[in-house]
């Protein structure tokens, strides 16, 4: 079964800075996809970036990229030149390529822009 | 992407009914899914809803519990039936957009807040 893993419960940072959020995986498929969807307090799930693994390049969305370490089995998400709209609920997933495609997720980090 | 509504957006009900949430898609999706989200908790898969076929459960879920119609491409209702305290959490619909030959995306809607006192 695959795993999930944020260590990070809780973030905060200066407006204008630089975080990284961390997340780490467990699984023995080759073939996968993983994600990072952040939740505003209004709840709405929404996709902030995704990563083929069998691409070697990182993922980037305008402010927000990530460091996918395949053989550490890790996916970070850097969020640059922070705003305070970022403030929210992020989550780390992972779907394998096979099976029913469903969504594992982390535990999530709170991330809260300071102003 | 794809637009994903959801009725209602919140409710409190009491104990021993049920609530049947809708999720609306605007564009014809294969594959849909329930999950909940318990208080300050992540997000957990309650079954998956294809069209045409049966719901599959994962572990810990049942159809008793946690019925579940998919009558056509773009909409499905998921029900929580004799509810109890512990039935509170927030319930999120999703859908699967394939993108060509890659990646599988889910996109969720905004969410059903459910309170049983």
């Known amino acids: 079964a695959q795993t999930v893993t944020q260590s990070q419960p809780e973030m905060s940072v200066q407006e204008a800075e630089t975080v990284t959020l961390s997340c780490t995986y467990d699984t023995s498929e080759n073939n996968y996809y993983l994600f990072w969807y952040k939740q505003p307090p209004s709840r709405q799930m929404i996709l902030v970036i995704r990563q083929e693994a069998y691409k070697q390049q990182n993922a980037t969305e305008n402010r927000f990229s990530v460091n996918f370490q395949k053989a550490a089995k890790s996916f970070s998400l850097k969020i640059s030149d922070s705003q305070l709209g970022d403030t929210a609920m992020y989550f780390c997933a992972f779907t394998s390529n096979f099976g029913n495609e469903k969504l594992t997720f982390g535990t999530g980090t709170r991330l809260t822009i300071i102003p | 992407s794809a637009v994903i509504s959801q009725k209602p957006s919140r409710d409190i009900c009491q104990r021993g009914t049920s609530l049947t949430i809708q999720c609306q898609v605007d564009?014809?999706?294969?594959?849909m899914f329930w999950y909940r989200q318990q208080p300050g908790q992540s997000l957990t898969l309650i079954a998956t809803a294809n069209q045409g076929s049966e719901a599959t459960y994962e572990s810990g879920f049942v159809i008793d519990k946690f019925p579940i119609s998919r009558p056509n491409l773009t909409f499905s209702t998921l029900t929580v039936s004799n509810m109890s305290p512990e039935d509170s959490s927030i319930y999120l619909c999703?859908?699967?957009?394939?993108?060509?030959?890659?990646?599988?995306?889910?996109?969720f809607g905004p969410g059903t807040r459910l309170t049983v006192l």
């Open positions: 999703s859908v699967e957009v394939i993108a060509g030959r890659s990646t599988d995306t889910q996109y």
């Open positions: 564009s014809q999706v294969t594959m």
